[in-house]
Nanobody, 127 residues
Framework: QVRLVESGGDSVQAGGSLRLSCAASGITASSYCMGWFRQAPGKGREGVAA????????YYADSVKGRFTISRDNAKNTIDLQMNSLKPEDTAMYYCAAGTWDYCGMPWNRLSRFRYWGQGTQVTVSS
């Protein structure tokens, strides 16, 4: 059974930092493109960042470029999202996702490219 379990969500002040982590089981995360998505209340799910199976390429939403960093530790089967300079508009439920293939492809943030999803972790940023 495939499981993706997110952790690290919290409530922080604007300008603060958080590090989200996604622990994968039932799959070898190093074999897949992995991504982070988010969904704010009343809005659709949007791609935040993705990373190629071998870590050679990373992709970011324009809104988080320069502030967020996605990384993977294939030995631990984990995917992390370091979030700095957080803004109130970053408030959302954050989801980890495993892609269908080893490459992310374009557009990398197409939801249908991701086969497995976690339950999410809440990030709240107050001004």
């Amino acid at each position: 059974q495939v499981r993706l379990v997110e952790s690290g969500g919290d409530s922080v002040q604007a300008g603060g930092s958080l590090r989200l982590s996604c622990a994968a089981s039932g799959i070898t995360a190093s074999s897949y493109c992995m991504g982070w998505f988010r969904q704010a209340p009343g809005k659709g799910r949007e791609g935040v960042a993705a990373i190629q199976s071998d870590g050679s390429s990373t992709y970011y939403a324009d809104s988080v470029k320069g502030r967020f960093t996605i990384s993977r530790d294939n030995a631990k089967n984990t995917i992390d999202l370091q979030m700095n300079s957080l803004k109130p508009e970053d408030t959302a439920m954050y989801y980890c996702a495993a892609g269908t293939w080893d490459y992310c492809g374009m557009p990398w943030n197409r939801l249908s490219r991701f086969r497995y999803w976690g339950q999410g972790t809440q990030v709240t940023v107050s001004s």
